[in-house]
């Protein structure tokens, strides 16, 4: 299965752990339009959003479907589930919740919330940067 490369000293995450924590970084930040040359190849977030506004149903498909395809360019036997639910008490809140199982070519099996609960993880990071406006420094991770 492939690297996933990056632009820092670390140069190609082979780690499995952290090849998921660029992927689903890369999915919560990427545009849809910022690829001309591969517009089928740009999964992103923020793209399934807008294209899904009022369509829960869609949304869920549209999530498992992209991140599904992404992740199986880099590991094996993806499943993944989605679920959006509304807040009560709110008219423009809803909860996305996301679960994915994946497997690397030697067996070895993981989780999402494996990647999702590593100390300063990038998606961590974009998270926090999502939810407050600043970004987490690597020196605030505990």
């Known amino acids: 299965m492939p690297n996933v490369p990056d632009l820092s000293v670390k140069g190609w995450i082979t780690s499995p752990l952290e090849k998921a924590d660029k992927l689903l970084a890369h999915f919560y930040a990427a545009e849809y339009s ?4 591969f517009p089928n190849d740009v999964h992103s977030f923020t793209y ?7 369509n829960q149903k869609g949304l869920e498909s549209d999530l498992v479907e992209e991140l599904t ?46 990647v999702v609960t590593v100390k300063g993880s990038l998606f961590d990071r974009y998270t926090h940067l999502n939810n407050t406006g600043v970004l987490k420094d690597t020196e605030d991770v505990e």
Do not use: C, H, W
């Open 69 to 114: 395809r992404y992740f199986n360019k880099y590991f094996l036997n993806t499943q993944t589930t989605a679920t959006v639910t509304d807040d009560t008490g709110s008219a423009s809140k809803q909860t996305v919740t996301i679960t994915m199982t994946f497997e690397t070519p030697d067996g070895k099996k993981f989780d999402l919330s494996d």
């Open 34 to 37: 910022q690829s001309n040359l």
């Open 48 to 54: 399934i959003l807008q294209k899904n506004l009022n």
